[in-house]
């Protein structure tokens, strides 16, 4: 990492605003490599200087990601003038990280968000050359058919374009249906049903590549992702 700003490098850990953060260094409470460092401009490299705040040693964590438990009723944005959104829901510290999620769920959509400030990542889980399939747990107004199944895997036409194949599986009870797809086009799921004469009553997204949904996590709540689950994405 290379030396940036100590008033940037406390900010971006969440830890308060740009300007909390420049008051506490010019009241003494941060040190760098052991001396007081009082000027909020002064440039530190996070990863070789010793920075600490109030004491206590800062770790740097160059970027964040977080699952979330997505709850029906908040759009998968970052900002929005009138509906609130997932970074709404964050805690206050981490709304200023400037995250975003890893591709849109509709607003009546839950389930697993992922979230993260990591541009290069959410490429890659969003995009359909990573072979990364999203499982969603659909309630349908039909059963579905073995007919069904065979359109999701030759790949449904949609305006415009085809799908790439999709696993539909055929459901364990009722009108519920598992289905998986590796691109995220525009309200994908719904428009493929509806392209079968289904209409999508609730939809819920289950796991991301190997990823599934912490289960403990309660509607609108977060976790860090651990290394091993961002591999497991990918896996
Ligand atoms: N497909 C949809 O139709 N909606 C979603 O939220 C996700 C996938």
């Not at 200087?49 to 029906?72: F, H, I, S």
């Amino acid at each position: 990492m290379a030396q940036e700003r100590l008033d940037k490098i406390l900010a971006s850990q969440g830890l308060g605003s740009r300007k909390e953060v420049g008051q506490w260094i010019r009241r003494g409470l941060v040190q760098v490599n052991g001396e007081i460092v009082r000027r909020p401009e002064q440039k530190a490299d996070p990863e070789t200087d010793a920075v600490y705040l109030e004491g206590k040693p800062v770790t740097v964590q160059k970027y964040l990601y977080l699952m979330m438990n997505k709850p029906a009723g908040v759009l998968s944005a970052a900002r929005d003038p009138r509906t609130p959104t997932v970074v709404d829901l964050l805690p206050e510290p981490l709304r200023r990280r400037g995250l975003f999620p890893a591709g849109r769920l509709d607003k009546d959509t839950t389930g697993l968000l992922l979230l993260t400030d990591d541009g290069d990542w959410v490429h890659r889980v969003i995009s359909p050359k990573s072979h990364v399939y999203k499982l969603y747990e659909a309630v349908l107004d039909a059963p579905v058919e073995e007919t069904d199944v065979e359109a999701f895997a030759r790949g449904i036409p949609l305006k415009g374009f085809t799908c790439l194949p999709a696993r539909l599986h055929l459901p364990q009870e009722g009108n519920t249906a598992r289905v998986e797809v590796c691109e995220g086009k525009f309200h994908q799921v719904k428009r493929m049903f509806a392209a079968r004469g289904k209409t999508v009553l609730q939809l819920r997204r289950l796991r991301v590549g190997g990823l599934w949904l912490d289960p403990s996590l309660k509607p609108g709540e977060i976790r860090e992702l651990t290394e091993k689950e961002r591999e497991l994405i990918f896996l």
